[in-house]
Each structure stands twice: as C-alpha cells, then as structure tokens.
C-alpha cells in the first residue's frame, strides 16, 4: 500500500508535518498551565495568568491550521489512494485471462472493489496518519514527564506500558476476525449476485424460500463473526479505563504528599496528570486505530491477492502484429485441459483455408467451444501448437489478433448502453 502514496510526495509531507506541529503544540499546553499555576497562582501575579492565557490562544490558532492540514491532505490521500487502488483492481480484472474467470465468483470480485477497497481506504490515507499521530503523542507525553519528574513518571509507566502493550495483542488477534468476516462478505455478496443473475430460474421453478434459507445462512455466519468482534472490544474497553484511572490515582496518592513537602510545585503535579489524561483519547483512539488497520490489512490481502494473480496469457515482448488476417487456421496434434485438470482436446489437428465454411459438430462438453477459444488465446493448448496464417498465435500481439476475430458468444450480452453502442461494441 505504502506504494500508492510514494507518487504523490508533496501531499504525505504536508499532511505529516502538519500532524507533527499539533501533536508538540499539544504537548506545551500543560507545560504553559504549570507555569501559570506555580507562577501566577501560587505567586499571586496576574501577568502570568494573561500571559498563560495569550500563549494558549496562540496555540489554539497554530493548531487550528495544523489540523486543518492534516485533515485536508490526510483525506485527500485517502480518496486518491482509493482512487489508485480501484482503478488498479479494475484495470487487472480486465487483464487476467478466461481461466481466471472461470474460477472467480462475480459477486465476490465486487465484494473486493468495494467493501475491502472502502475499508483499505479508511486506514491508507487519515487513518495511517493518526495512528502515527497517536504514537508520536504517546512517545511524546512519556518523554514530557520524564522530564517533570522522573520518580512520579516510572510509578505510571508500568501501566501506560501495559495498556499499549495489550492494545497490540488485541489488533493481532482480531486480525484473522476481520479477515474471516471480509471474506464472509464475499460470500453474501456471491450469494446474491448469483440468485438475482439467475432470477428469472428462481421464479419459475418457485425457488425463493431455498434460496431465502440459503442467503439467511451465510448472513448468520457473518453476524456470529461480527459478534465475536464485539465481544472482544467490550471486553478491552473496561480494562484500558481501569487502567487510566490506575495512573492518576497513584500520581494524586504518592504524588499528593510530595507537592505538600514542597519536593514537587502544584503545577509540575498538574501537568503530570494532564499528560495521563492527554493520553485517553489516543489511547482510545490507539485501540480504535488497530481494530481499523486490523481490518485494512485484512481488506488489503483481498485486494492484493487479486491484483497478484498472475497472468497465464503472456505476450512476448517480440510478439508481432499481422497487417492484414488472411484466415488460414491450423492446429498441429494440440491437447488441452482447464485449470481443474479435466481434459478437454487430444492430439487435435486439421487445417482451415481462407474463405473455408467448417462446422464444429459435437454432442455437450466434447471441446467445440474449447477449439474456438484456443484461436483468439483466450487460453493456451497444453501442448501442440496453434497457427494463424502460419504463424503461433502466441508469436502474434493479443489484441491484434482478437480485433481480426469476428465471435458471437452462445450466451448474448447487452451493455448499459445504445442499441448503436453495443451494435458498434466490437469496434
């Protein structure tokens, strides 16, 4: 994924900077709060309060903008990166050959450019970014109090270590949830794109209560699948509160009787516990952020396993491109079977003439269509070789070949458009 983002630069760099700018601005508000405590307050001097006040206003503003750019480049990487990606997904689907098609569900294929690609898109771009916000916020808050107060800091550490710590267990182990339950989206999504195509069979056969019962089924699996994901962040969310409260109550408990003794000032006590506090949105926000790129990584697999697939009709980079197709078919001793092993052609040979008329005759499933396909290399013979005016088909530039080639398809098709348009189709 991080490839899609390496084109556009200009945007990753303004977007990080701008989130980098208001996570310190962040960090220096507790400090200015500190100062005006213990030099305002306990000094009884009201220039340090204004002061504190004016700096803070300051800050609020330079935020603002830094927020405005981390959100507007964040996104704009979101939307272009999906952009990208569905283009690039559409784009390999059309590339990858009949065997390919053969074997993949419809429903499934649109079950992955749209809901894994939304959910790949919901981390890439904003989501990417915050969660590298919230660790730089993190590593930032611990280095802040380290600096405050070294002794009050390493009594907190132990659980602010904790949570983080069990908030990556929980992404890892709801990874192979989320995947389990994008893949059940494909099926659902199969499911219906098949029972809608072959409508016209339901009705007339009065199939719709099976096919109801069938749908109901694998939506139950989705469901129980989601539940389960439910389950495991109700049962984390308790435990990252608990842990929160931990930190202040130990920071007010040993923390409380130093700023009494005077070894600690009441603002360095105060800052100590904004930055615990700081931390519980992003904690949150952490745990939210891994349950997404759980998710996004599990989209993304779906995505990239299709975008990988290799493409078994391979065209030579010295293929060559016929001026003008005479129509001399030859097939020399060529064998062929389907990617399930099933042998369909043995040993084939015969020669067609130019202006020649042949018919294929043939009871179901004894290799007619097979024959035809092997012409305009919607597959490749397994062995044996194929020639068109002499030459291999698989010597010659695909979509030279296939634009020689005048088909009509057993099963007719009608695209979203004029009857001139798909008349016209072809050409």
Same mark, same amino acid.
């Given at each position: 994924?991080?490839?899609?983002?390496?084109? !556009?630069?200009?945007?990753?760099?303004?977007?990080?900077?701008?989130?980098?700018?208001?996570?310190?601005?962040?960090?220096?508000?507790?400090?200015?709060?500190?100062?005006?405590?213990?030099?305002?307050?306990?000094?009884?001097?009201?220039?340090?309060?204004?002061?504190?006040?004016?700096?803070?206003?300051?800050?609020?503003?330079?935020?603002?903008?830094?927020?405005?750019?981390?959100?507007?480049?964040?996104?704009?990487?979101? !939307?272009?990166?999906?952009?990208?990606?569905?283009?690039?997904?559409?784009?390999?689907?059309?590339?990858?050959?009949?065997?390919? !098609?053969?074997?993949?569900?419809?429903?499934?294929?649109?079950?992955?450019?749209?809901?894994?690609?939304?959910?790949?898109?919901?981390?890439?771009?904003?989501?990417?970014?915050?969660?590298?916000?919230?660790?730089?916020?993190?590593?930032?808050?611990?280095?802040?109090?380290?600096?405050?107060?070294?002794?009050?800091?390493?009594?907190?550490?132990?659980?602010m270590l904790f949570l983080v710590g069990a908030t990556l267990r929980?992404?890892?182990?709801?990874?192979?949830?989320?995947?389990?339950?994008?893949?059940?989206?494909?099926?659902?999504?199969?499911?219906?794109?098949?029972?809608?195509?072959?409508?016209?069979?339901?009705?007339?056969?009065?199939?719709?209560?099976?096919?109801?019962?069938?749908?109901?089924?694998?939506?139950?699996?989705?469901?129980?699948?989601?539940?389960?994901?439910?389950?495991?962040?109700?049962?984390?969310?308790?435990?990252?509160?608990?842990?929160?409260?931990?930190?202040?109550?130990?920071?007010?408990?040993?923390?409380?009787?130093?700023?009494?003794?005077?070894?600690?000032?009441?603002?360095?006590?105060?800052?100590?516990?904004?930055?615990?506090?700081?931390?519980?949105?992003?904690?949150?926000?952490?745990?939210?952020?891994?349950?997404?790129?759980?998710?996004?990584?599990?989209?993304?697999?779906?995505?990239?396993?299709?975008?990988?697939?290799?493409?078994?009709?391979?065209?030579?980079?010295?293929?060559?491109?016929?001026?003008?197709?005479?129509?001399?078919?030859?097939?020399?001793?060529?064998?062929?079977?389907?990617?399930?092993?099933?042998?369909?052609?043995?040993?084939?040979?015969? !020669?067609?003439?130019?202006?020649?008329?042949?018919?294929?005759?043939?009871?179901?499933?004894?290799?007619?269509?097979?024959?035809?396909?092997?012409?305009?290399?919607?597959?490749?013979?397994?062995?044996?070789?194929?020639?068109?005016?002499?030459?291999?088909?698989?010597?010659?530039?695909?979509?030279?070949?296939?634009?020689?080639?005048?088909?009509?398809?057993?099963?007719?098709?009608?695209?979203?458009?004029?009857?001139?348009?798909?008349?016209?189709?072809?050409?």
């Amino acid at each position: 994924l991080l490839g899609y983002l390496k084109p !556009h630069g200009r945007q990753v760099l303004l977007a990080y900077i701008s989130m980098i700018v208001a996570a310190l601005l962040n960090l220096y508000i507790p400090q200015v709060i500190k100062n005006a405590i213990d030099q305002g307050v306990n000094a009884q001097e009201a220039r340090g309060l204004f002061t504190a006040a004016g700096v803070i206003l300051v800050i609020a503003v330079v935020r603002g903008v830094a927020a405005f750019g981390q959100r507007y480049y964040g996104n704009w990487l979101t !939307h272009r990166v999906a952009y990208d990606l569905r283009n690039h997904f559409y784009a390999r689907i059309q590339s990858l050959p009949f065997a390919f !098609h053969d074997q993949a569900k419809t429903g499934d294929l649109m079950s992955r450019a749209t809901s894994d690609i939304s959910e790949t898109e919901r981390f890439t771009g904003i989501g990417m970014m915050d969660l590298v916000s919230t660790v730089v916020l993190l590593v930032g808050v611990l280095v802040a109090m380290f600096l405050e107060n070294v002794q009050l800091t390493l009594l907190v550490v132990g659980p602010m270590l904790f949570l983080v710590g069990a908030t990556l267990r929980f992404g890892y182990v709801v990874r192979d949830i989320f995947k389990a339950i994008q893949k059940q989206m494909g099926v659902l999504s199969a499911t219906m794109q098949e029972s809608m195509t072959g409508i016209n069979v339901v009705k007339a056969f009065a199939r719709e209560p099976y096919e109801l019962d069938k749908f109901d089924s694998e939506n139950e699996v989705w469901f129980e699948q989601r539940r389960e994901s439910i389950r495991m962040w109700a049962n984390y969310w308790p435990f990252f509160t608990f842990l929160l409260a931990a930190a202040v109550f130990l920071l007010l408990w040993f923390g409380g009787p130093m700023a009494l003794e005077g070894r600690v000032t009441v603002g360095t006590i105060f800052a100590l516990i904004s930055y615990v506090l700081m931390l519980n949105g992003p904690t949150l926000r952490l745990g939210f952020l891994v349950n997404m790129a759980a998710t996004a990584s599990a989209s993304a697999a779906r995505v990239f396993e299709i975008i990988d697939t290799p493409n078994v009709i391979q065209e030579k980079p010295d293929a060559k491109e016929l001026p003008r197709m005479q129509g001399d078919v030859r097939f020399e001793n060529v064998s062929f079977a389907y990617a399930n092993g099933r042998s369909v052609l043995r040993d084939i040979s015969f !020669h067609v003439e130019p202006d020649q008329v042949v018919a294929l005759i043939g009871p179901t499933g004894s290799g007619k269509s097979s024959v035809i396909n092997l012409i305009p290399r919607f597959y490749d013979p397994s062995r044996g070789v194929v020639r068109v005016d002499g030459m291999d088909v698989k010597d010659l530039r695909v979509k030279k070949l296939r634009r020689n080639i005048g088909i009509v398809l057993q099963n007719p098709f009608l695209f979203n458009a004029t009857i001139a348009e798909n008349i016209a189709y072809g050409r």
